[in-house]
């Protein structure tokens, strides 16, 4: 069955359905698939081609006029990067958690309308959590509505950066891993969604990709989460259609730890 509407409201349940079942297929394939490496020192498993097979079919199949496009790009994407809405998937956000036989992956499934996010659903099939989001209705853990509490930070506080750092790190960052405690759990979308859960203050990352952010920011900022490019600026809206994989950066929190944070990184520069 064809569904037509322009919103959310329809797409969010399909998004949904579609990380739970690629979630399960993900993890027939967990600690034994076959491991290999891009150009880029990226890992990239056959689980990660099947997913996204999975979820490109499945997202034709309810919206054959959406736009999809997914991290493996030989797998049937991109196409149609000029509609009004756009999938942007991740079949496995965390690869080199999964290509080891660790948890701390998942299933990233989000949809951009007019490039700005609109609905997201990020599944980890290991604990069998799914966060989901869409515009103007809520987030939810497994149904359960999320709203973050802004808090000042404090030595108790959880942040997450990427490593490796750049040569010119800034300094607020060294000052944060002096003062803060670190949490890197290898999915960035995952981190996203505790941010929006309220386990992690805040998050600095200065080499994402599109894929490892579309699932995750409805999640965030319908919980009331802040997020934007690391200079402050709106994150959003990227064009899919120009986009290849060039790095985003960002920085997310709830608002007072996303404040405290860019206000630390503007005063290094």
């Known amino acids: 069955m064809i569904a037509r ?41 056959e689980a990660d081609l099947a997913v996204q097979a999975s979820l490109t079919a499945g997202i034709e199949a309810a919206f054959p006029e959406d736009g999809v496009l997914g991290e493996e790009s030989s797998v ?7 509609a009004d809405h756009v999938w942007v998937i991740d079949p496995v956000d965390g690869t080199n958690n999964f290509g080891r036989g660790l948890p701390g992956f998942c299933v990233s499934v989000g949809v951009l309308r007019f490039g700005r996010p609109l609905c997201g659903a990020v599944y980890d099939p290991v604990v069998d959590h799914l966060f989901t989001g869409a515009a103007g209705r809520g987030a939810c ?12 930070r404090s030595r108790r506080s959880l942040f997450s950066i990427r490593t490796p750092l750049p040569a010119a790190a800034p300094p607020a960052v060294h000052a944060w891993l002096q003062t803060y ?19 992690l203050a805040w998050m600095h990352d200065h080499h994402a990709t599109l894929w490892d952010v579309a699932g995750a920011a409805p999640v965030l900022l ?12 709106p994150l959003f809206p990227i064009d899919p259609d120009g ?26 520069r």
């Open 5 to 45: 509407s322009s919103d959310g409201a329809a797409r969010l349940p399909i998004a949904a359905r579609l990380a739970r079942e690629a979630g399960r297929l993900a993890l027939e394939h967990w600690s034994r698939c076959e491991v290999l490496w891009k150009a880029d020192d990226s890992m990239v498993t």
């Open 76 to 82: 049937g994407c991109p196409r149609r990067l000029g």
């Open 141 to 152: 853990l497994n149904g359960r509505p999320l709203r973050v509490t802004p808090m000042a």
């Open 181 to 199: 405690r670190l949490r890197r759990l290898g999915s960035t979308a995952l981190q996203l969604c505790y941010v929006a859960l309220g386990a």
């Open 222 to 233: 319908e919980a009331g989460g802040t997020l934007s490019a690391l200079d402050g600026s």
């Open 243 to 268: 986009y290849a994989g060039e790095p985003v950066g960002f920085l997310a929190g709830d608002p007072q730890a996303h404040d405290e944070a860019l206000r630390e990184l503007t005063t290094a």
